[in-house]
């Protein structure tokens, strides 16, 4: 069965980095368009970023356009989530997220999910 796979959040203080991960298995990951999420209790889930299959392309919501970098690598079947200059409003679960036909902004385009990671940006 298909497993992502998320790891490396945690508790940082405002301003601080996190690189996420996030490591497929049971996929031909080098098909997959992938992308990273957000969620909270009081917010549905939020679009953060996108990387086509072969690295080539990548794409951004507004909200951390210049401070969150995605990124790839097919040789160990993991994206990343680079995250700079946090902030509190950063604070939520953080899912990746796997797509066959295209890249995409909207979460239900995506086939599979990971389970998510916490990040607590605190002040």
């Known amino acids: 069965q298909v497993q992502l796979v998320e790891s490396g959040g945690g508790l940082v203080q405002t301003g601080g980095s996190l690189r996420l991960s996030c490591a497929a298995s049971?996929?031909?990951?080098?098909?997959?368009?992938m992308g990273w999420f957000r969620q909270t209790p009081v917010k549905d889930r939020e679009f953060l970023a996108v990387i086509s299959a072969s690295g080539g392309v990548t794409g951004y919501a507004d909200s951390v356009k210049g401070r969150f970098t995605i990124s790839r690598d097919n040789a160990k079947n993991t994206v990343y989530l680079q995250m700079n200059s946090l902030k509190p409003e950063d604070t939520a679960v953080y899912y990746c997220?796997?797509?066959?036909?295209?890249?995409?902004?909207?979460?239900?385009?995506?086939?599979?999910w990971g389970q998510g990671t916490q990040v607590t940006v605190s002040s």
């Open positions: 049971e996929l031909t990951f080098s098909y997959y368009a």
């Open positions: 997220a796997a797509n066959r036909l295209r890249a995409s902004t909207i979460a239900r385009d995506y086939d599979y």
